[in-house]
């Protein structure tokens, strides 16, 4: 990601959000990584070249940038973050004007625009766009955030421990949480431009546990670099991850009524514990390929209000349309609230089957083709039968194959995961 590839996004995506005659408008923001005041201008440069006025956030999460692309009429939102990522990584979000996240095929479309005669966009002289900064980026989405915990409620005398990774959440989350009423412990909210992610969020929670049993908080928040995802912990210190956190929303807004299907979106790596957990409670897991991008599209054609993933991603449509870490946590907070017993108890909804993942690197080959690959998936998945399941999956980023298996015996579902890893490199080796 170099700043011509970022001058070259603007100039394609402007010209692709052009659709009048009117003034268009693009809303920026980013995380706190070293590399977003480069990308940011850069970006500036292209929307404007191709006519569009820029207002410009600074740091705030992903959802904001969603939620603001919104608010502010805008054709185009754009999100500068690598995510859970590293500091030396980065990348480009591009949200469209209803503030959900583009589609594969306007995203290729604007990849094709952009290797194809980008001067043609150009705006005249008379036609260029202007930028500004909007200095209230922040307290715009803090109030948004508030008003999406039950108005009947406080979280005066609540303790909490808020980890957001040096990333672009570290003002609006504890701001948020302490005008809502509570005891605020941070961590992790003092961005030097290098170590956003860097032992701390929601990769690296082992800090936050720690600390909420130091303070003897009642509850920990970790997020991640841009705030799209979210990971809890109970006041002991246990990791409560995103298929808990959906089964604990999940079960609480279904006793209220507040779930638009009877059930909720997963990707295909959620646990099956929390699959039979819904099926007690009368709710379908719906699964999808990996992806918060996937779980949305599913949502929306079939009038799913709640789903996610089990690294965090949690994505509440009735209020937001991307995966949102602090309202997710809002949510968790509110049943805390609501209720009369402690995170561990509220949380302990279901014991997680054993999972096992092993990744397998290939080169110049198709193992998933090869015929002994296939003959160990299908024994692999008899053996497992109705006690568990396999999802085997190419990367989409690496040449890598992906085994994951579960089941409720954990010696099976190792021997399974191991035979078949065998089977894939011994394809590959051939």
Known sequence: MTAETALR??????RKFKRGDYRHRVVIGKDTRLSGYMLESALVSGFTSAGMDVFQFGPVPTPAVAMLTRSLRADLGVMISASHNSFEDNGIKLFGPDGYKLSDEVELEIEHMMDNGLNDYLAGPRELGRAKRIDDAQARYIEFAKRTFPKQLSLEGVRVVIDCANGAAYKVAPTALWELGAEVVTLGVDPNGFNINDGCGSTAPERMGQLVRE???DIGIALDGDADRVIICDENGEVIDGDKIMGLVAQSWHKEGQLSAPGIVATIMSNLALERYLKGLGLNLARTQVGDRYV???MRENGFNLGGEQSGHIVLSDFSTTGDGLIAALQ????LRAGDKPMSELCNVFEPLPQFLRNVRYRNCEPLENALVKEAIAEGERRLASQGRLVIRKSGTEPLIRVMGEGDDEKLVKAVVNDIVSAIED????
Do not use: F, Q
């Open 9 to 14: 996004v603007g100039l394609a995506a402007g």
């Open 215 to 217: 303070r003897r908080a």
């Open 296 to 298: 949305v599209e599913h």
């Open 332 to 335: 968790v907070l509110a049943v």
């Open 427 to 430: 394809a590959a080796a051939a």
